[in-house]
Each structure stands twice: as C-alpha cells, then as structure tokens.
C-alpha cells in the first residue's frame, strides 16, 4: 500500500531523529529540515512519527483505485 510522507517544515527543527529512524531511508536534511525525498519506499510502519518530538511528521495511506468492475466482484466475494 502506498503512503503519502509530510512534514511540517515549520515544526521540523532538523534533528535528524526520522533520518536514523526511518530503515528504508524515506528522510533526508534539505536546508536544515527534513524533506520526505524517498516517499514511494515508506512502508507505513509510522516509527518517524513516534520518534519525532516536534509531531512534525505525518503518514497517511493512500487507498487504491478498484474499477467498477473489481468492486463488484469484491462485494460478491465478501458479502455473499
């Protein structure tokens, strides 16, 4: 599942707690804050969001498209 990564760069005091954090190297320091370069390799597992004192960080997943046709098919399946 995809994870949409922002940080608030005016909480964001550049401490560099997400960077060490973070195991999939989503951070990096950008004029002294940090900046969410590898996004597509956030695994939502939310540890920055925890580690950072500022509450500057936030992780949202993002839902996926279904067509029409696979939500049908899907609510056949589940709902049956």
Same mark, same amino acid.
């Given at each position: 599942?995809?994870?949409?990564?922002?940080?608030?760069?005016?909480? #964001?005091? /550049? !401490? @560099?707690? *997400?960077?060490?954090t973070c195991t999939v190297q989503v951070f990096e320091i950008r004029n002294?804050?940090?900046?969410?370069?590898?996004?597509?390799? #956030?695994? /939502? !597992? @939310?540890? *920055?969001?925890?580690?950072?004192?500022?509450?500057?960080?936030?992780?949202?997943?993002?839902?996926?498209?279904?067509?029409?046709?696979?939500?049908?098919?899907?609510?056949?399946?589940?709902?049956?």
């Amino acid at each position: 599942m995809p994870y949409r990564v922002t940080v608030d760069r005016e909480k #964001c005091t /550049g !401490c @560099e707690e *997400c960077l060490d954090t973070c195991t999939v190297q989503v951070f990096e320091i950008r004029n002294g804050k940090s900046f969410p370069a590898n996004e597509k390799d #956030c695994v /939502g !597992c @939310e540890c *920055c969001i925890g580690i950072c004192t500022e509450k500057a960080i936030n992780v949202t997943a993002l839902g996926t498209d279904m067509s029409p046709t696979l939500q049908s098919l899907l609510k056949d399946i589940l709902y049956d």
